[in-house]
């Protein structure tokens, strides 16, 4: 067993017990200190959006001009739903996806998929990526169609708020700016549920937006398919040992038999 330490270090806050509060104690230092901890997480999250690379930056200009070019053409959802497809998810980044596509980008359709844990619950999230070759080897951008919204609050603070509405509505960055992102936001809303004496849901717990954007996924490249033009400049690359692999992880008792080809 610990022993207990008399220490009043904040590193022990991440237990999962309830702390209580006592309304004397919310004092000057601690409205000061509150102050600090949010313009620093102001400052590192505009840090962390304004640098950004040659790279990060074609792929966001070319996203743009694809949801601008989808919303003009007003193309219509393709799931037999009577909405635009700028409405639907899957068909905006379907067609986002196919418009990167057609400009010569690498991209596609992310899954990614948990299992429960004591932490956090079950899940599944689809989103955009684009990986490119480059002097320094495979770099992957994400692209999140919807990412502001995913951190919206309805009792969020309003430090919590001014902070979120700082994030881009589209997030286009590579996985570490997204990771470093993520890490931010997620220290904001447990501090404003903290402030707020709530109960954080465990969907919006750092390890949940980690799963969703950050953990194993599969890559459907299909929209290739539907894309009316060839793409000279991406050299289709096998993309199956991954996935295989995968599967044969969730498959123990699957016997890898050699099957006849015909
Ligand atoms: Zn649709």
């Given at each position: ?34 102050r600090r901890f949010w313009d620093n997480q102001h400052q590192l999250l505009q840090a962390t959006l304004c640098r950004t690379s040659s790279l990060e930056s074609r792929i966001r200009h070319a996203t743009k001009e694809a949801l601008q070019e ?43 998929k948990w299992r429960s844990s004591p932490d956090i619950p079950s899940g599944e999230h689809n989103f955009l990526d684009v990986i490119e070759r480059t002097k320094r080897g495979e770099v992957r951008v994400i692209v999140e169609v919807n990412f ?115």
């Amino acid at each position: 067993m610990l022993a207990q330490s008399a220490s009043s270090d904040e590193s022990c806050d991440h237990h999962s017990n309830e702390m209580e509060f006592d309304e004397d104690e919310v004092d000057k230092d601690t409205i000061q200190e509150n102050r600090r901890f949010w313009d620093n997480q102001h400052q590192l999250l505009q840090a962390t959006l304004c640098r950004t690379s040659s790279l990060e930056s074609r792929i966001r200009h070319a996203t743009k001009e694809a949801l601008q070019e989808i919303e003009s053409v007003e193309t219509a959802c393709g799931c037999g739903r009577q909405i635009p497809a700028t409405t639907c998810r899957n068909c905006l980044m379907r067609e986002v996806s196919r418009h990167l596509q057609k400009a010569g980008y690498n991209s596609a359709i992310c899954k990614t998929k948990w299992r429960s844990s004591p932490d956090i619950p079950s899940g599944e999230h689809n989103f955009l990526d684009v990986i490119e070759r480059t002097k320094r080897g495979e770099v992957r951008v994400i692209v999140e169609v919807n990412f502001r919204g995913e951190f919206e609050m309805a009792r969020g603070s309003e430090d919590y708020n001014q902070l979120v509405g700082r994030l881009p509505e589209v997030f286009v960055g590579k996985v570490e700016r997204l990771s470093n992102v993520i890490k931010i936001v997620c220290m904001a809303g447990k501090r404003c549920m903290k402030e707020k004496k709530m109960h954080m849901g465990p969907w919006r717990k750092h390890r949940y937006m980690q799963a969703k954007w950050l953990g194993p996924c599969e890559r459907d490249t299909c929209t290739t398919s539907l894309s009316m033009m060839p793409m000279p400049m991406t050299k289709p690359r096998p993309r199956a040992s991954m996935l295989t692999v995968d599967l044969l992880d969730k498959l123990p008792n699957m016997h890898c038999t050699p099957v006849e080809v015909v």
